[in-house]
């Protein structure tokens, strides 16, 4: 595999994962916007939708950036070790 | 068995119904006098001692790293050598300021849900970073972001709009942060304003200009530590009352002030006006030049990579917190007795402290919240200075021919200027209302700087002429419609309207500056960019020192 070619998978994953967080939190921010009676839902006592929904947000950023990091440790970093390999 | 959680449920629902039952003491003796009683605002012994301490150890830190910042490459990027545990500390501390502490944490005590909403959105930046920046900055550049932009194009013209964006995002940033140190301190300890913001100038210069980028990344990591020790025992306190049931606190919370602080209220009245801040917010956070340098001081693209995931962690965490903090100071010490001692709410925290732990522990919040001040202005301060030496006197001045001897002189010299600036500044805006800085420096990073970097790294066609348009049209785009908005016209000149309707721009700027930089990159051609684009991009995955 190319320097190319590993660029642009990187930059398919890369941008595929910035969709996927735009759309975490601007789903959230919508809902807000637009469904506050959803959000005002208490499902159980002391717990909104809104509430559950807004820790969601910061767990699932945190989970992409794993998701990121683990694609890159093993199939990044490892089309970057063939590629030395190659050049030699 | 079951013995255990039927013992949970019990401690939850005496301490709920201890807590909505009894009056707040805090809150009743706000409605006897008008102002609680409290000690903020009074020379706390437990604090002075607390921030000295906090002084002593950081200047000794700088000290040590003085003897180790002896080239250019120590002072900007500390030689390079920081590992990616250290650097996700330093990130962490470089980005937790005393706005999201004290802010967001007033913001959910007197608001309750709505303020959950920042919590979320100042985190939602960081994944970015990681899949779109940190990598290809680290293998790409040397110092500043610049360097990545000006990879492919042509160094004069893109380093001096870089330094502008730069510089403006910087300026506004540090106007934000001196002048709540010098309200905070005046607040917490009775000094007095000017005091306090020379105290900060003087530490933060010290900290620069002797121990570079080695002792700011250290004073991150121990302000960052000092933040999340100090906000999870505070969460700690307020969740034992509520047998370690964050639920049981919420439905407290409910029971007190009405299901309403548990639901979108007031907040959201323009939903165009939250999404616009939420994107400057997102792709802001991609473009703050301090945070971005940060990943120079790693050793390769591997590390800066596991960095950002440890510093997502660690501000998502402290996110979380907030809701406990903030909830907890709304049930414990109450909106009004916190709205009576500041009017922004950004004394919830501190006063929650005092309630839990008695004036000591407010001392301890008090020198966290301080020492959390200094280490942000200390990485803006040592940003700006490298875009003033790196880009603007080594990169146009002298064309790249500067010694790096003679660049690490000019690099203490910026730092020392800007140092100075900074406490000039906190003084001529003393008592100016300057909440809206920090929305307009991450407006402008997220207009100027995060746009240019994306096109020149992620597209072959973009040129100097492209880049350099993105980055002038997102600075003055959102300098201006900042200046249009209602932040400036109602609140700061007390119009009754203003000419656009928007807080933040970044709704228009953001995609306005991609499409300056797109429409003017087709419409100019630049060999040299094209020429170079192959080159480019294999340095960018593979790094461009040799492996």
């Known amino acids: 595999m190319s320097s190319h070619a590993l660029h642009i998978r990187r930059w398919r994953i890369a941008i595929a994962l910035t969709a996927a967080v735009a759309a975490i939190y601007f789903g959230f921010i919508l809902l807000i916007a637009y469904r506050k009676d959803v959000m005002a839902t208490l499902l159980v006592p002391g717990l909104t939708v809104g509430i559950l929904l807004g820790a969601l947000v910061i767990v699932l950023s945190w989970w992409l950036t794993w998701v990121y990091v683990r694609w890159a440790n093993r199939h990044f970093d490892a089309g970057l070790a063939s590629l030395g390999t190659e050049d030699q | 068995m079951t013995a255990l959680p039927r013992l949970v449920v019990a ?24 102002v609680p009683a409290t000690a903020i605002g009074e020379p706390n012994p437990v604090a002075m001692a607390f921030f000295f301490l906090f002084i002593a150890v950081t200047l000794g830190i700088t000290w040590w790293a003085a003897r180790r910042t002896r080239t250019a490459e120590q002072f900007y990027a500390a030689g390079r050598t920081v590992t990616a545990g ?47 920046i940190a990598e290809p900055l680290r293998n790409l550049g040397k110092y500043t972001f610049a360097d990545v932009v000006a990879v492919r194009l042509r160094q004069t013209p893109v380093r001096l709009a870089a330094a502008f964006g730069t510089l403006s995002t910087i300026t506004f940033y540090l106007i934000a942060q001196m002048v709540g140190a010098g309200t905070l301190i005046k607040l917490m300890f009775g000094l007095s304003y000017e005091v306090a913001i020379v105290i900060v100038g003087a530490a933060m210069i010290a900290y620069v200009l002797f121990g ?10 121990v302000k960052a530590a000092l933040l999340l020790g100090g906000a999870a025992l505070l969460a700690l306190l307020v969740l034992v009352r509520f047998g370690m049931n964050p639920l049981a606190l919420f439905a407290a919370a409910s029971d007190r002030l009405g299901p309403a602080v548990l639901a979108p209220g007031k907040l959201v009245s323009n939903p165009l006006d939250t999404i616009s801040l939420g994107l400057a917010l997102m792709f802001g956070t ?107 006197w080594t990169n146009v001045v002298r064309k790249g ?60 066609r973009c040129t100097t002429a492209g880049a350099v348009a993105s980055m002038l ?75």
């Not at chain 2, 301890?364 to 880009?391: E, N, P, Q, R, Y």
């Open chain 2, 11 to 34: 401690i939850a629902r005496t301490t709920v119904a201890a807590v909505a039952g009894a009056p707040a003491p805090l809150e009743a003796q706000a409605a006897a006098t008008g």
């Open chain 2, 86 to 132: 250290q650097n996700g500390w330093a990130l962490a501390g470089d980005y937790m300021s005393a706005a999201s502490f004290l802010g967001i944490a007033g913001l959910v005590a007197t608001s309750g849900f709505d303020g959950l909403i920042y919590s979320t959105g100042w985190l939602v930046g960081w994944p970015v970073v990681l899949f779109l």
């Open chain 2, 212 to 221: 570079g980028m080695l002792a700011t990344t250290w004073v991150q990591i």
């Open chain 2, 286 to 392: 991609a473009g703050l030049p301090h945070i971005l340098m940060r990943f120079y001081t790693v050793p390769d693209a591997q590390a800066a990579r596991k960095s950002v995931f440890i510093a997502t962690g660690l501000i998502g965490f402290f996110y979380l917190l907030t809701f406990i903090l903030g909830f907890g100071a709304m049930v414990f010490v109450g909106p009004d007795a916190i709205r009576a001692v500041d009017k922004g709410g950004n004394m919830a925290a501190p006063l929650l402290a005092e309630f839990l732990g008695g004036t000591p522990f407010l001392g301890f919040i008090a020198a966290v919240a301080f020492a959390t001040i200094l280490a942000v202005v200390a990485g803006l301060t040592l940003s700006g200075a490298a875009a003033l030496s790196h880009d603007l």
């Open chain 2, 401 to 460: 021919e500067a010694g790096p001897q003679a660049e690490l002189r000019v690099a203490r010299v910026s730092s020392l200027i800007l140092g100075v600036v900074a406490v000039i500044l906190g003084i001529t805006f003393k008592g100016q209302n300057v909440a809206f800085m920090v929305g307009l420096a991450f407006a402008i990073a997220a207009s100027a700087n995060f746009p240019a970097i994306v096109l020149s790294i992620f597209w072959r």
């Open chain 2, 473 to 547: 049209a997102g600075a003055f785009g959102a300098l201006l419609l900042i200046c249009l908005s209602p932040v400036i016209q109602v609140d700061v000149l007390h119009h009754a309207a203003a000419w656009f309707p928007l807080r933040n721009p970044g709704v228009v700027t953001i995609p306005g500056a991609f499409l300056v930089g797109v429409a003017i990159s087709l419409l100019t051609r630049d060999e040299r960019a094209l020429a170079s684009w192959d080159g480019a991009v294999h340095d960018m995955v593979v790094g461009r020192t040799a492996r």
